[in-house]
């Protein structure tokens, strides 16, 4: 090893060594920069405890009251509910049965719709009162003209009618409805009506007619009800039941 190797080796470990010195010393108390007593002394110094001093905290003066304790709010207290105990409704008293007010029910047979019809209107509104009405069915079909302005003026018609070969006819004179109607012949069915009708149109006869007509005692009405609202009603409709005739309805 040369001298210039020898001083630079030197000075490196001469480097180190204080490096190493200015590192350690504060662990072993030693202030290298002129301080004493190292980092104990420098926390000394900073506290100063022959200066610290404890205060007493103020005093409260006498008679004073002590400063509320702040509490929670109270809470509202919520609104009960009122409970209602639910309304016992007095029980009904029990219905009193009659045991002479059973249902009566009455049939009346042998009557024309129009009769039937009749009693049904003069039923309407009578209260409890069921009416019933079945039947009616036509007992024949009649071929007319209908009625003319009077008496006359059938007669002219009627004699036009024969004049072109048709010699089975009279002309209605009962009162009514029907009065002053050319008839031209009742057929026991709609089919022979039919062909009356067609064997008139192919002699120059037109507005001929075909109506219905019911047969005798072919309507018939039943009455049911309380026994005295139907004896009742049969007594004031005893003119439009005048005669059916009258017997108990046949049971279910």
Not at 8 to 31: T, W
Not at 210 to 216: D, F, H
Request: charged content about 20%.
């Amino acid at each position: 090893m040369n001298a210039v190797t020898r001083f630079f080796f030197f000075l490196l470990l001469a480097v180190n060594l204080v490096i190493g010195g200015m590192v350690l010393a504060p662990a072993f108390g030693l202030d290298l920069f002129g301080a004493k007593g190292g980092e104990s002394e420098r926390l000394r110094n900073q506290l100063h405890p022959d200066k610290i001093r404890v205060e007493n905290p103020p005093a409260v003066a006498q008679g004073a009251a002590p400063a509320p304790v702040p509490t929670e709010p109270a809470l509202a207290q919520a609104p009960q509910a009122s409970v209602s105990e639910p309304a016992v409704e007095p029980a009904s008293a029990p219905a009193v049965v009659n045991a002479n007010s059973a249902a009566l029910c009455l049939q009346y047979t042998g009557m024309t719709s129009t009769q039937a019809q009749g009693v049904l209107q003069a039923a309407r509104g009578v209260t409890a009162l069921r009416v019933r009405t079945s039947g009616g069915a036509p007992g024949a079909w009649w071929v007319h003209l209908p009625p003319q302005g009077d008496a006359a003026a059938a007669e002219r018609r009627a004699a036009e009618l024969r004049a072109a070969g048709v010699q089975e006819l009279f002309v209605v004179q009962d009162v009514g409805p029907t009065q002053n109607a050319i008839s031209l012949g009742l057929f026991r069915t709609e089919e022979a009506a039919k062909r009356q009708v067609d064997a008139l149109g192919k002699r120059g006869v037109q507005g001929v007619r075909v109506t219905a007509r019911e047969g005798p005692g072919a309507a018939q009405v039943e009455l049911s009800g309380p026994p005295d609202v139907v004896e009742r009603f049969v007594r004031d409709a005893a003119a439009r039941l005048k005669g059916a005739a009258r017997s108990d309805c046949a049971s279910a």
